[in-house]
């Protein structure tokens, strides 16, 4: 059990750690709205994210912020509730979880200190551009995955 909260943890601060130095990196390598092609598909593009993830719902209130801030504690403290009720849990489960709430905690970090998020990664075909999105958004997002995947193809009890 040890080992499996240890990995859970160290998973969290590495995609923390991974997440907010990429962000340092393009916010003090870039000018806002400045892109530059990485790959034939791929720009890294500074955008300031005031939505939720893929900056959706980026524009509307201040009140909107907090509601922001208090959804994402609120999931936050779902996932900790998900993963600490398991007692005899898989590492797997533990590198997922870990996954998800390090790029939660990413993003909440961003919205507490900046009152944004920092989005740069442009994926795009042509001119059809998925919108901007950064590292904590893709582990969290594979994090989700993954456990559709387990829970709905594999049929296990992941939740």
């Given at each position: 059990m040890v080992r499996y909260k240890f990995l859970f943890f160290c998973t969290a601060i590495l995609v923390f750690i991974c997440d907010q130095?990429?962000?340092?990196?393009?916010?003090?390598?870039?000018?806002?709205?400045?892109?530059?092609?990485?790959?034939?598909?791929?720009?890294?593009?500074?955008?300031?994210?005031?939505?939720i993830a893929f900056g959706m719902f980026h524009n509307g209130s201040d009140i909107k912020h907090y509601i922001l801030l208090v959804s994402t504690i609120i999931a936050i403290a779902t996932i900790l509730y998900l993963f600490f009720r398991d007692k005899?849990?898989?590492?797997?489960?533990a590198f997922i979880f870990g996954m998800i709430i390090g790029g939660a905690a990413g993003n909440f970090y961003d919205r507490i200190v900046r009152g944004y998020v920092i989005d740069f990664f442009d994926l795009h075909l042509g001119n059809h551009h998925w919108p901007v999105f950064n590292v904590a958004d893709s582990f969290i997002t594979i994090g989700i995955l993954l456990i559709f995947y387990r829970q709905l193809i594999k049929k296990e009890e992941i939740l």
């Open positions: 130095t990429s962000k340092l990196f393009v916010k003090s390598s870039f000018a806002l709205y400045e892109s530059k092609k990485l790959l034939p598909i791929l720009n890294l593009t500074y955008v300031e994210n005031r939505g005899n849990g898989k590492a797997s489960k």
